[in-house]
């Protein structure tokens, strides 16, 4: 309370701090100058590269490279993986967090350290895994064969590989939040004869929205861009298993440059629009944590 | 409703919360739960709710077991230690949160709702709020939304938790005035939880006081603060001096040496004179005086070297002029005797 009248001591503290840890201006300049010429030798430029490659031979090579039926295949079997490893992530990641961040049980932490496992693996053994399991000489191959089921070198191995690879984003963003929100909103919900349903619908969903969105985000943009694992078990049969990323190695080792670029532009403009929709969903979620913070700071 | 909680017991791993407490709310009554922390008292509050449930024990409402019986079912009013307000929602739409969640057979209309929430917010006299969020009310506010929000499903029962905890000195003043006032005009039976014997002392009809997970007296703010069942609840609703003594014959004497039983006197009843008034009185030396309040706080030290608080009338200092380093003479007017126990020891 006192703070109110008084000068903020914390401002006045800043202010010195700030003079006194700064360097001499020629110290400052440089370090820019290095920090910008590496951004933009790491990042604008091969940016740049993409996409001006990819319309070198002008706007109908381009557009003819992107209809062409392989890349259509290519784009839509993306697409198909995606779609459906994301949404599924999506419900597995929100009643991980919900189990982790409003109960306790045992092996909690070893439920953690499980779901972060895909980050620690290498994505190509993340694919052999599942040639080793579905593959013919695998665990269940002569199983699946006799009832000509077709994982490996087909649809349902790509989808399962992005999903292992894409498995923690969602989690490992939801988790910390869910902890920090504690359960007395939920109590308060039960207390007023709200279901278990209703609860989660109206009061913990609402309360995690832009974590999960942002998490959503990272998910997608990793599970369209997803090469190593995907490409141990695709098989790379043009038009039916592969995704965008394979297509555009495959294009690119044929030296057709051109369409290969204009493949990869696609991809470039998912992580632009990934990143900028990740800036706003960022943006919101931390006006949402510095107003979770206000409140309980408020509360103590 | 009548709330009943019989022979309770609960335990989180090693810790005993509950220690076989029984404990009976007739119908109408506005009952402080009060104790230290750890004493139990929230543990209690939430089996009621169904926010817990005991080991062994149950749980009746009008005579009715409800120990089955979720949080969801019960249809109690619980006023959360730090609101629980959804923060996603606004004034409006947290008060009439219990109303929409329900069944449909069972909801009011979009109408009905609206008339409650807003009699709801003249009650907590906060109308001209309804379409702010959670983090722009002030704490006093947030107490009332969160007040309105369990009084809005009209709940059997009205159980909060530390309900004043959280708020500066003159708001909790405010607020448990209106809170007596509230419970006068709709006579809800209402439950509090706090630590501070105070805030119980002034607001509840009856105060529960607990201790290690067992109740140590039931009874009026009257005969709790006057007529303590034990040294502890003596201890803990108010400023005590403690001396070893003895009782003989009616008589109690102050000794310098452990005895069997504990001497406990309230600094307000005893008194300071220049001449010993041929009755009991003992010597000590004066150390510090506060004139500051109502009361003047004097520190004494006893012939026995022990420390001694006196609270002193401001005319009775005045008339007395003490000075620091002063002998006196100091007369308890009103004593307490218990035997001891290590409660009482460690509540020093």
New interface residues.
């Given amino acids: 309370?006192a703070s109110i009248t008084l000068p903020n001591p914390g401002v006045l503290a800043a202010s010195r701090a700030v003079q006194a840890t700064t360097e001499q201006p020629w110290v400052r300049w440089s370090l820019i100058a290095i920090a910008v010429a590496f951004l933009g030798v790491f990042l604008f430029l091969p940016l740049a590269i993409v996409f001006s490659s990819a319309l070198e031979r002008g706007v109908s090579v381009y557009v003819g490279a992107l209809r062409e039926p392989d890349a259509m295949a290519a784009i839509k079997l993306t697409l198909i993986a995606a779609g459906i490893s994301v949404p599924l992530n999506m419900i597995f990641g929100i009643t991980a967090a919900w189990a982790i961040g409003k109960f306790d049980f045992l092996g909690k932490s070893l439920l953690i350290t499980l779901i972060d496992l895909p980050f620690s693996v290498s994505p190509v053994v993340s694919g052999l895994i599942y040639v080793l399991i579905f593959g013919l000489q695998g665990l269940l191959g002569p199983w699946l064969a006799a009832h000509d089921l077709k994982i490996i070198f087909a649809v349902p191995g790509i989808v399962l590989a992005t999903m292992f690879v894409t498995f923690p984003f969602v989690a490992r963003e939801l988790i910390p939040l869910v902890e920090a929100q504690g359960t007395?909103?939920e109590?308060?919900?039960?207390?007023?004869?709200?279901?278990g349903w209703?609860t989660f619908w109206?009061?913990t969903l609402?309360?995690v929205k832009w974590g999960l969105l942002y998490g959503v985000i990272l998910c997608n943009a990793r599970a369209m861009g997803e090469f190593g694992a995907v490409s141990v078990v695709s098989g790379h049969i043009r038009g039916r298993t592969n995704t965008m990323p394979l297509h555009i190695e495959i294009l690119y080792n044929e030296y057709q440059f051109a369409p290969a670029f204009a493949v990869a532009s696609l991809l470039a403009l998912l992580a632009l629009a990934t990143l900028l929709a990740k800036t706003v969903v960022e943006w919101k979620a931390r006006q949402q944590s510095t107003?979770?913070q206000?409140?309980?700071g408020?509360?103590? | 409703m009548s709330i009943e909680a019989v022979n309770i017991t609960k335990r989180f791993g090693q810790f005993t919360a509950l220690d076989n407490v029984s404990l009976e709310i007739p119908s109408g009554e506005l009952v402080a739960l009060l104790g230290p922390s750890g004493s139990g008292k929230t543990t209690l509050l939430r089996i009621i709710a169904g926010l817990e449930f005991p080991d062994i024990g149950t749980v009746r409402f009008d005579g009715r077991d409800i120990s089955d019986r979720s949080a969801q079912e019960r249809r109690v009013g619980f006023v959360f230690q730090h609101y629980a307000l959804f923060r996603h929602m606004t004034v409006f739409e947290n008060i009439a949160f219990g109303l929409q969640v329900r069944p449909r057979e069972f909801r009011p209309s979009r109408n009905q709702i609206r008339t409650k929430v807003h009699n709801l917010l003249k009650l907590i006299q906060l109308e001209n709020l309804a379409d702010r969020y959670p983090s722009q009310l002030s704490g006093g506010q947030r107490q009332r939304v969160a007040l309105a929000r369990a009084l809005a499903v009209e709940p059997s029962v009205l159980l909060l938790d530390e309900p004043f905890g959280a708020l500066d000195a003159k708001v909790r003043m405010e607020l448990r005035r209106w809170l007596r006032q509230l419970h006068d005009e709709i006579h809800i039976t209402s439950v509090f939880v706090t630590h501070d014997q105070e805030e119980a002392l002034e607001v509840a009809d009856r105060v529960v006081v607990m201790n290690e997970g067992r109740i140590e007296q039931v009874g009026s703010p009257d005969d709790v603060y006057n007529r303590p069942a034990s040294a502890f609840v003596y201890n803990f609703l108010g400023n005590v001096n403690l001396f070893h003594g003895r009782v003989e014959e009616d008589k109690t004497y102050i000794h310098e040496v452990e005895t069997g039983h504990v001497v406990y006197v309230r600094p307000h009843l005893l008194d300071i004179a220049r001449l010993p008034n041929g009755g009991s009185h003992f010597r000590a030396r004066i150390k510090h005086i506060n004139a500051a309040g109502p009361l003047v706080k004097v520190e004494a030290i006893a012939e026995w070297g022990d420390p001694v608080r006196v609270e002193l009338p401001q005319e009775r200092f005045r008339s007395l002029q003490l000075m620091k380093n002063e002998e006196v003479f100091i007369i308890p007017k009103d004593v307490q005797v218990f035997p001891v126990r290590n409660e009482a020891a460690r509540a020093k």
């Fill in positions: 309370m007395e909103e109590e308060a919900a039960l207390t007023l004869g709200a279901s209703q109206r009061v609402p309360n107003e979770l206000r409140m309980s408020e509360a103590l």
